[in-house]
């Protein structure tokens, strides 16, 4: 953790091509020692105990978000949507409440009433939401104002940063900042399971809600697999999504608008991540009809508390 705070402390004095030179050294290690776990980690393939199926007895779920980190970003949501409604498919777009971007109300509207979901990515994505208990309480109030105005009911922190007992202090019916197996992250500690899961608010505590859902993501990062690994065939994703499938488990995949038009990732070929985040769900579509429960994380979220039998949320008071 040290290491990674004192990266992340001069990060934005690094050029970009230095960055991402060192990144891929340091993953390039990292993979020479994770290959029984990542991309796949057969240990997480484990339904829980008293799993129910998925609605409508689908085989598996599939679940699209969207982290936007910048202008460039935000600017690119609009086209990222509009690609996916062409193919029968609706996500969740995380607007960081306070980075170097607005989100407008009307954008906001706009993507719900086209059936799209909005949630909050951090609050400043400046690495420093978790630095301290008292710091993460006092960013948690500012976080549960935006959750609010918007109406929002999920989250995903910064770097996927993540404390399951701090999270309590949200007023979010879910959180989204951990995965199955991310040996590349820079807090790497696994959830270890593919499918959702419940955490109790613990005894006694003073918190509002009996708890909440959390939703690891379980296929690779787009950034890391064409920004670092400069992946050229798309096979990583097709692979991790088929081992998902014959497991019966949740596919839940992150992709930044903001690399979108990234590529080509070789001299042989010019294919960007759009395109590579289009074929992905162009396959799921061709190789799976019928066998999967799409959803929006939301209503991931509702069938969990539906599963254990928690009353469900009520709409938050305007
Ligand atoms: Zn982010």
């Known amino acids: 953790m040290l290491k990674n705070r004192m990266y992340y402390a001069v990060k934005p004095l690094l050029p970009w091509s230095l960055r991402i030179a060192l990144r891929r050294i340091v993953a390039r290690r990292i993979a020479r020692k994770s290959s029984g776990i990542w991309p796949i980690n057969p240990a997480t393939a484990k339904p829980p105990a008293d799993w129910p199926g998925w609605p409508g007895g689908k085989q598996f779920a599939v679940v699209l978000t969207h982290d936007v980190e910048g202008q460039r970003g935000l600017a690119r949501c609009a086209e990222l949507a509009n690609r996916e409604a062409k193919l029968g498919f609706r996500s969740s777009f995380n607007f960081i409440p306070e980075g170097d971007y607005r989100v407008s109300p009307t954008l906001r509207r706009e993507f719900e009433a086209r059936g799209f979901e909005v949630g909050v990515h951090d609050l400043k994505h400046d690495g420093k939401l978790y630095d301290s208990r008292e710091g993460f309480r006092q ?57 959702p899961f419940w955490v109790d608010s613990p005894a006694g505590s003073a918190a509002k809600k009996p708890g909440y859902v959390e939703l690891p993501y379980t296929l690779p990062q787009d950034s890391t697999l064409f920004m670092i690994f400069q992946e050229s065939a798309g ?42 985040y289009a074929n992905l769900l162009a396959y799921i579509k061709e190789t799976y009809p019928g066998a999967y429960w799409h959803a ?5 979220a509702a069938f969990v508390r539906s599963w254990k039998k928690i009353a469900p949320a009520l709409p938050s008071v305007q």
């Open 139 to 195: 960013h948690a109030r500012q976080i549960n104002r935006y959750l609010s105005e918007w109406q929002a009911v999920g989250f995903r922190s910064g770097f996927m940063y993540h404390n399951l007992d701090w999270l309590h202090d949200l007023d979010a019916e879910y959180d989204a900042s951990t995965f199955d197996t991310d040996p590349f992250e820079p807090q790497p500690d696994a959830a270890h399971t593919i499918f």
């Open 235 to 276: 096979t990583i994703w097709k692979n991790k999504l088929d081992w998902v499938v014959r497991q019966g488990g949740m596919v839940l995949v992150n992709v930044h608008p903001d690399y979108l038009h990234l590529g080509p990732v070789t001299s042989a070929g010019g294919t960007t991540v759009m395109d590579h």
């Open 296 to 300: 929006l994380p939301r209503d991931v």
